[in-house]
């Protein structure tokens, strides 16, 4: 089986030779979704777990094992541009029905070949913002190559994303715009309450989810920076966010399992965001305000999301600046989907 990337071309040519009279199984792929946001599949490899049966899925489920792909890496190859696999390349049978699970990133802790139905992956939460990872997961259920050989595939986000972005809202000072600086920006989850977490690959089945045996976890968003947050713009009224991790590359994106909280219990994720801020000039320079309620230097406050964090959503943490206060506030950016992963089988 190979994988070619293009946009849905079957022209490719692929090694080893094909024997022409084979209905052999190809990979395509288009450009995909979004630690770091995945934007497209090209220069990444993922896994897939294949079976192959007669009947449905539903029927076979229950003792079904991954034999015909079982945590198959699928490389890009930057010579020939294609995704590929080990051969021997695998053939349609007529007659039998096939389901594929994809998975990203190719190397996660997966179920093995004798666990039958619907294969997991398990995910731990690490220490540090660049080890965290988008993982997704597709499925596509009893199909053969009868109406054509193409099987498409898109991808689900099953964790959380979380950014930090700042608003300057400071009016002018003497006649001149004050700009924030800020330089240090981290963030202490104090009642994390799940560090790891097991998907099945099949997204609409609960998730199971390990309780936290250290709750608390630090993330730097932002060290030694000199990061510049214009003021809000006299003209339109308008103040733009910035996201506090620009400049940084990959920029740091907060990738959570889902945390669930109760009313009741008055549980919701909270922590502490602690930074180090200046008032300054256009170029940097810091000035001197009189009479300003917030004084510039290290501050740490504290937040509470008061609701449950879903997976598949983004949220934004949003430092807010002005000369009479510093506020933090979460707020919903809407469901993670800057552009769907598409996998084909051809």
């Avoid at 990337?5 to 052999?24: A, K, M, R």
């Avoid at 965001?273 to 000039?281: A, E, I, K, S």
């Avoid at 510039?296 to 609701?307: C, N, S």
Wanted: with cysteine; net charge negative.
């Amino acid at each position: 089986m190979a994988f070619v990337v293009t946009s849905c071309q079957q022209d490719e040519t692929v090694e080893p030779p094909l024997d022409p009279t084979e209905d052999y199984i190809f990979f395509n792929t288009e450009v995909a979704s979004r630690g770091e946001l995945v934007t497209e599949m090209t220069g990444r490899n993922f896994g897939v777990m294949g079976y192959e049966y007669t009947g449905d899925w539903n029927t076979v489920k229950v003792q079904a094992k991954p034999n015909l792909f079982n945590a198959q890496t699928i490389e890009w190859n930057e010579e020939s541009g294609v995704h590929q696999y080990t051969p021997p390349l695998k053939t349609w049978k007529p007659g039998y029905k096939y389901t594929f699970f994809g998975y990203y990133p190719e190397g996660l802790t997966v179920s093995g070949s004798e666990v039958e139905g619907v294969p997991y992956l398990t995910y731990t939460l690490p220490d540090t913002p660049a080890d965290m990872k988008d993982v997704m997961t597709t499925v596509v259920y009893d199909t053969d190559n009868s109406a054509s050989n193409s099987v498409g595939l898109t991808f689900q986000h099953r964790l959380v994303a979380m950014n930090v972005q700042a608003r300057n809202f400071n009016t002018p000072y003497n006649g001149n715009p004050v700009y924030i600086k800020l330089t240090d920006v981290s963030i202490t989850y104090t009642n994390l309450k799940y560090d790891k977490v097991t998907l099945p690959m099949d997204a609409s089945l609960p998730v199971a989810r390990t309780e936290a045996t250290n709750q608390t976890k630090a993330y730097t968003i932002l060290q030694n920076g000199n990061l510049l947050i214009s003021p809000t713009d006299t003209n339109t009224g308008e103040t733009t966010s910035v996201e506090v991790s620009a400049g940084q590359e990959p920029p740091t994106t907060l990738i959570l399992i889902p945390q669930e909280g109760t009313d009741e219990a008055n549980d919701y994720l909270k922590g502490t965001v602690t930074f180090t801020f200046d008032y300054v000039d256009a170029n940097g320079n810091k000035i001197t305000i009189a009479d300003v309620a917030e004084q510039p230097g290290i501050r740490t406050l504290p937040f509470d999301l008061g609701k449950s964090i879903v997976a598949g959503r983004k949220y934004a943490l949003l430092m807010n600046f002005s000369r009479t206060s510093v506020t933090i506030a979460i707020v919903e950016s809407g469901e993670w989907t800057d552009k769907d992963i598409d996998i084909e089988f051809e």
